[in-house]
């Protein structure tokens, strides 16, 4: 009896770990976001919906302030499977023309604009994605991007003139702030704060999450609110790692994507008013740009958009025409 014991014993402490092992899928979601940011808080939000979901069959770990690597590294570890899930936003544009629309200023009016798009062309990207071998599972977001430096308050476009301003890497920012005279200095966001304190760079341009996230107004003396430029977040997965997975797994993180947009929606409209005040209080000299001079400014981007990107004018037209008041 007792030798059946250990050999009971022994089979059972053999098989324990093997079956622990086949049910612990560990899910690394890398992001860029420092702590206090809408990313963070995204992410966080996404891992404790989809955790809560999945019980033993699956973990979501998230990883922020760039832990992982930045955007562009994090795209290249999706495909090498080294992290499972990213948030790129303006990088985006770097990987499938198609996400260079929003790139387009002011093409975005609002959230509720945001999810029309979603609805009634987000197919055209997800074909993108497909094609470059990732897949979108959610739209979060980065945000309304307004520009802040230590050069001067920025009104119009002329205001930027030789300015030197940290732009994401992606050639359409870049190509939008030369139109309006500015010197834009593409860079990673882990660089931003060290360049701004060290004057490698004057200004920076981002939503005021992570403005306040990264402490910005701690080194900058100017905000000037534009909002020229509203960037989707894609919670981003590689298509093979994705097609691995199993089909339950899938189904709950897809859920998990779509139903932690409302509270991203709504974090991020929180955090709009909270952190415009942060950022007032830490002695940053706040203006109101002018949108119109801004808007008029940008019709040739438009127009190369339209010109140079397959399907490119009536993939304006049509977001253009998913706008209120249409």
């Known amino acids: 009896m007792k030798i059946k014991a250990k050999i009971l014993a022994g089979v059972a402490a053999i098989a324990l770990p093997l079956s622990a092992s086949a049910a612990d899928i560990t899910l690394r979601f890398g992001h860029v976001g420092n702590p206090g940011s809408l990313f963070e808080a995204s992410a966080n939000a996404f891992a404790e919906c989809a955790n809560a979901r999945l019980g033993d069959r699956a973990e979501v770990q998230t990883f922020g302030s760039s832990q992982l690597g930045n955007d562009r590294e994090l795209l290249q570890k999706l495909k090498l ?111 931003v704060f060290t360049a701004l304190q060290t004057n490698v760079i004057d200004g920076q341009e981002n939503p005021y999450a992570q403005i ?31 097609q691995r997975l199993p089909e339950d797994v899938r189904a709950d993180l897809e859920a998990c994507g779509s139903e932690t947009q409302n509270f991203v929606y709504e974090h991020a409209a929180q955090l709009e008013e909270e952190l415009l005040e942060v950022i007032r209080e830490a ?15 940008s019709a040739p981007i438009y127009e190369e958009f339209a010109s140079t990107v397959d399907g490119g004018a009536e993939l304006i037209e049509r977001i253009q025409n998913l706008a209120s008041g249409s």
């Open 283 to 297: 002695g940053v000299a706040i203006n109101e740009a002018d949108s119109a001079a801004f808007i008029a400014a």
């Open 81 to 191: 499977g080294q992290v499972d899930f990213s948030l790129p936003s303006s990088v985006m544009s770097s990987v499938a023309p198609e996400f260079g629309v929003f790139e387009m200023p002011y093409i975005v009016q609002d959230r509720d604009h945001m999810r029309r798009i979603q609805v009634e062309v987000g197919d055209v990207f997800q074909e993108a994605a497909l094609g470059e071998g990732f897949r979108i599972i959610g739209y979060f977001e980065n945000g309304f991007r307004h520009i802040t430096n230590n050069v001067r308050p920025i009104t119009v476009p002329a205001d930027l003139e030789g300015v030197k301003l940290r732009t994401p890497n992606g050639e359409w920012r870049v190509k939008m702030f030369q139109l309006y005279g500015a010197n834009p200095t593409p860079m990673a966001f882990s660089e």
């Open 212 to 242: 306040a996230s990264a402490k910005f107004q701690e080194v900058q003396e100017y905000l000037s609110i534009t909002g020229h430029v509203y960037t989707p977040g894609y919670v981003l997965v590689s298509e093979s790692r994705w």
